[in-house]
């Protein structure tokens, strides 16, 4: 039985995104210098690791002469995002909570990291408040609302997100 693929990057993978998120659109050739410089690498892996992020949708190619030229397609914080969602299913299913309490028992909080992280934490409780507010004073009550001021005689009707019609 075929394993399935997976959009997750390989080790490999990603050192080629990298490259390209960092430096722009590469010819193989290019990669392939760049990536010499730390370890020896053959031409002909690094075109088919480039083929395989093609198929993957993490990469366009266009040619330009004789050669592709690859360029991420695949923005670098959707990359890191995916990569962490697997990681809490995986290692701590699916909860943050598990995870933060994991990295805080494996680290010292330093007073100063200890203010940012609450400051963020902060920061992100009154966007979700923010955000709460808005939704209310948008009227996602999931009932029609009438754009007139009377009750049930309004010319049009505003459905709002949840709404029927009867």
């Known amino acids: 039985m075929a394993r399935q693929k997976s ?8 050192k ?3 490259l390209l998120w960092r430096d722009g659109a590469m010819t193989v050739r290019d990669l392939t210098e760049r990536l010499g410089a ?3 690498v053959a031409y002909t892996t ?5 083929r395989i992020l093609l198929d993957k949708g993490h990469v366009q190619a266009h040619k330009v002469g004789k050669a592709f030229v690859y360029q991420a397609v695949t ?7 995916q990569a962490l969602l697997q990681l809490l299913k995986k290692f701590f299913g699916g909860s943050p909570d598990a995870l933060a309490q994991h990295l805080l028992q494996d680290n010292v909080l330093t007073p100063e990291l200890a203010l940012q992280l609450q400051a963020k934490i902060d920061d992100a409780k ?3 408040k923010a955000s709460d507010q808005a939704s209310r004073q948008q009227g996602v009550t999931g009932r029609p609302q009438t754009t ?3 009750q049930g005689q309004s010319d049009s009707v505003q459905l709002t997100k949840g709404s029927q019609l009867s």
């Open 7 to 14: 959009q997750q990057l390989t080790a490999a993978e990603q």
């Open 16 to 18: 080629i995104m990298d």
């Open 38 to 40: 730390e370890q020896a």
């Open 46 to 50: 690094v075109q088919t690791i480039c």
């Open 75 to 81: 923005v670098e914080q959707e990359a890191r995002s």
């Open 126 to 128: 009154s966007a979700a």
């Open 148 to 150: 007139s001021g009377e």
